[in-house]
């Protein structure tokens, strides 16, 4: 029998990519009072949405994000939803300020409260501007104050993924239209920016105004198989978390999925599936042993040592990636003692780390978490 997680990581997975229908629409003007979302409307996404919006164009993006940390810390509503609303918080800034300086006035060394949504949201609000008929033109000016400042650390990284979901706005949620804009970009760039584009494809599922063209619940790893070699990776590690969820959840099911798959890409697949037990677990299970402890015994149901193995060097990297920072991955190490993994374990935490130049913890953001 598959894996199942006792939290019911389906149903929430199912309110967070409904939850898109309203948060992919920024606010366009400042409410005159800013919602409260309590009582009855608690569980109400509009209210938060318009809560966020509202705070970060009348009091500044700190102090919404401040905000929303307090209340995700105490409210698992706000914690599903955390990213899609840094993205809210984002995207209002963007509007009234230009990247450089929207960047600049989040928090302090470009922390990272659940998977960096803010700065997601900036760029698509600069993407905007700028308009699909102009961006060939202008591609490489959007990350350019990152790509002097932060050259490939985390803040550049949110900067090209954030344009992938940007693209995909400009362009209707046509995946080769925007793989194509990602093509313009150097390579670093081009491939966190296709990332951007996988995670849009899936979390306007339930866009009205702009639904998802290609997803099939028959073929939840489509389209990775048919698109460029080059895009495959990207595709794989985003496309494992439609997959979990038409899964219910059953962690069997998807390692299944990914031994399917041609063998130069089972690799990606398998390591996206660890980075998605990893994200759930740290979202939906209270405590870092408890969470370790979770993503350990879902990565140990993979087939065969080489599914167990690159799930957990994905449930290492994608939070040191998306978090910045290493509590996670060194919880996950400790758990693996004595299961043959910890060696390993360690190893893929020390090349995470050097990859993502990973900034000192001065900012009480940087400990945001949750995606």
Avoid at 80 to 107: K, N
Avoid at 226 to 237: G, K, L, N, Q, S
Avoid at 246 to 258: H, K, N, S
């Amino acid at each position: 029998m598959g894996r199942r997680v006792v939290i019911g990581f389906g149903g929430l997975l199912a309110a967070a990519f409904a939850a898109v229908l309203v948060v992919t629409v920024a606010q366009p003007f400042a409410q005159p009072e800013v919602p409260d979302c309590t009582g009855a409307m608690r569980f109400d996404l509009t209210c938060h949405v318009q809560r966020y919006d509202t705070l970060a164009r009348t009091a500044g993006p700190r102090a919404a994000l401040v905000a929303l940390k307090a209340s995700r810390d105490t409210d698992g509503y706000v914690r599903t939803a955390c990213h899609q609303l840094t993205h809210v918080i984002g995207r209002a800034t963007g509007e009234q300020r230009s990247l450089a300086d929207a960047f600049a006035d989040g928090p302090a060394d470009g922390g990272t409260l659940c998977s960096g949504g803010y700065f997601h949201g900036i760029v698509e609000s600069a993407m905007a501007r700028i308009g699909p008929d102009a961006f060939g033109s202008r591609a490489g000016d959007v990350c350019a104050p990152l790509r002097e400042t932060a050259s490939h650390a985390p803040l550049h990284y949110y900067c090209a993924h954030g344009m992938g979901h940007g693209l995909m706005g400009l362009h209707g949620s046509d995946i080769h239209a925007a793989l194509a804009g990602c093509d313009l970009l150097d390579p670093w760039e081009a491939g966190h920016c296709s990332g951007g584009v996988f995670m849009e494809n899936l979390t306007a599922v339930h866009n009205v105004q702009r639904p998802s063209r290609f997803v099939r619940p028959g073929d939840p790893l489509y389209p990775c198989a048919e698109i460029a070699t080059r895009h495959r990776a990207e595709c794989y590690d985003k496309q494992t978390s439609y997959a979990m969820f038409i899964a219910g959840d059953d962690v069997t099911q998807v390692f299944a999925l990914c031994a399917a798959v041609d063998p130069a890409d089972r690799t990606a697949c398998d390591r996206g599936l660890g980075g998605k037990v990893a994200i759930l677990a740290n979202k939906y299970v209270t405590g870092l042993a408890e969470g370790a402890a979770t993503s350990r015994a879902m990565c140990l149901d993979g087939p065969d040592p080489a599914a167990r193995t690159d799930c957990v060097v994905g449930a290492v990297t994608a939070p040191i990636r998306d978090y910045g920072g290493t509590a996670q991955a060194d919880a996950l190490c400790a758990a693996l003692r004595g299961d043959g993994l910890h060696d390993l374990c360690t190893s893929a935490r020390e090349a995470a780390v050097a990859t993502w130049q990973l900034p000192p913890a001065s900012d009480p953001l940087l400990t945001g978490h949750g995606h």
